[in-house]
């Protein structure tokens, strides 16, 4: 895997992956895009959601949304890694088996999820999850 990184402007950088996306980077006060840490913590939110979605779409269960919801602490002087995530999912759905999105979010947290598996290492990462039953029209 190889990826590029160039400056713009400012501190406003655009990352080219070996795939052909681009992504922009702010790291400064424009907030012309997120940030490096802040696409740190949504690469580990969208590396164990694709993990509980294809893993509760195995186990067949019926749902119409999947949101991770974030929340992280980072050291307060340098490096302001980050110290605590905890990802707290939310699946809408219906009879969305709770035993079902417990088990996809204990795989993804222990043997799927590169992304946090790596951040792991140094970072206390936590899991919460809740079933948000889905109004029937």
């Given at each position: 895997?190889?990826?590029?990184?160039?400056?713009?402007?400012?501190?406003?950088?655009?990352?080219l992956?070996?795939?052909g996306?681009?992504?922009?980077?702010?790291?400064?006060?424009?907030?012309?895009?997120a940030?490096?840490?802040?696409?740190v913590?949504?690469?580990?939110?969208?590396?164990?959601?694709?993990?509980?979605?294809?893993?509760?779409?195995?186990?067949?269960?019926?749902?119409?949304?999947?949101?991770?919801?974030l929340?992280?602490?980072?050291?307060?002087?340098?490096?302001r890694?980050?110290?605590?995530?905890?990802?707290?999912?939310?699946?809408?759905?219906?009879?969305v088996?709770?035993?079902?999105l417990?088990?996809?979010?204990?795989?993804s947290?222990?043997?799927?999820?590169?992304?946090?598996?790596m951040?792991?290492?140094t970072?206390?990462i936590?899991?919460?999850?809740?079933?948000?039953?889905?109004?029937?029209?």
């Open positions: 895997m190889q990826a590029n990184v160039k400056w713009v402007a400012g501190n406003t950088f655009l990352g992956s070996d795939s996306h681009n992504v922009v980077f702010d790291a400064g006060s424009e907030s012309a895009a940030s490096p840490m802040e696409m913590l949504m690469s580990v939110g969208c590396c164990s959601s694709v993990d509980v979605v294809s893993i509760l779409q195995k186990a067949k269960q019926s749902f119409s949304d999947v949101q991770v919801q929340r992280a602490e980072r050291a307060e002087s340098a490096p890694v980050f110290t605590k995530i905890n990802l707290h999912f939310v699946v809408t759905g219906n009879n088996s709770e035993k079902h417990a088990r996809a979010v204990q795989l947290a222990e043997k799927y999820c590169s992304v946090a598996l951040l792991d290492k970072v206390e936590t899991h919460s999850h809740e079933v948000v039953s889905e109004q029937l029209k």
